[in-house]
Nanobody, 126 residues
Framework: QEQLVESGGGLVQAGGSLRLSCAASGRTFSNYHIGWFRQAPGKEREFLAARSWSGGTTLYADSVKARFTISGDSALNTVYLQMNSLKPEDTAVYYC???????????????????WGQGTQVTVSS
């Protein structure tokens, strides 16, 4: 089954850092834009960051662009999300997904992405 697998979540104190990983399982996603999203309890899933398949273009939500960095390792078929200066409001389940289209600009809407992973929990304590 074609799927992305997230890892790297955990419990961290406010101000701390985590690096999340998104690895492909079943096939390569090297020709797809990859996005990171999160969903807190009782809230809708929200876009955080995305990276073009080439790695040449990145896009961030305003709420995280000063603190989060998306990057990738093509050889490992893995995309990362480095999260710094974490806040309690960053607590959520974090997901990665692949854009359903292999063409066009980076998109940010949840409906435009598929092959969702199972998510990884990030908990930031105050």
């Amino acid at each position: 089954q074609e799927q992305l697998v997230e890892s790297g979540g955990g419990l961290v104190q406010a101000g701390g850092s985590l690096r999340l990983s998104c690895a492909a399982s079943g096939r390569t996603f090297s020709n797809y834009h990859i996005g990171w999203f999160r969903q807190a309890p009782g809230k809708e899933r929200e876009f955080l960051a995305a990276r073009s398949w080439s790695g040449g273009t990145t896009l961030y939500a305003d709420s995280v662009k000063a603190r989060f960095t998306i990057s990738g390792d093509s050889a490992l078929n893995t995309v990362y999300l480095q999260m710094n200066s974490l806040k309690p409001e960053d607590t959520a389940v974090y997901y990665c997904a692949a854009d359903r289209s292999r063409w066009g600009p980076i998109r940010t809407e949840v409906v435009d992405f598929g092959s969702w992973g199972q998510g990884t929990q990030v908990t930031v304590s105050s």
